[in-house]
């Protein structure tokens, strides 16, 4: 069992910043971070793999920086230049052994 606690959510304006973090119950292999906008599919963000290499959607990418810290079982998502599309729901993803595990969540706000 896997758990995953998101934090760093809030409200920003547009062209802000927020640092969101993922934190683990315990060791971390592949994660990455989705999101859901009201009335929309939940969508990938961006992904990094156990050594590092990170890929991004194609919205978000230039903008986003998703990084992890092993010592710390954590994973953390820096988004700059925010947009008022990029508000939703953010979730942290982890799958393991065939199983996927999710955050409960937080709520990111852009206003414009």
């Known amino acids: 069992q896997v758990q995953l606690v998101e934090s760093g959510g809030g409200l920003v304006q547009a062209g802000g910043s927020l640092r969101l973090s993922c934190a683990a119950s315990g060791n971390i292999n592949a994660m990455a971070w989705y999101r859901q906008a009201p009335g929309k599919q939940r969508e990938w963000v961006a992904g990094i793999t156990t050594s590092g290499n990170t890929n991004y959607a194609d919205s978000v990418k230039g903008r986003f920086t998703i990084s992890r810290d092993n010592a710390k079982n954590t994973v953390y998502l820096q988004m700059n230049s925010l947009k008022p599309e990029d508000t939703a729901v953010y979730y942290c993803?982890?799958?393991?052994?065939?199983?996927?595990?999710w955050g409960q969540g937080t709520q990111v706000t852009v206003s414009s």
């Open positions: 993803h982890n799958r393991r052994f065939g199983v996927d595990y």
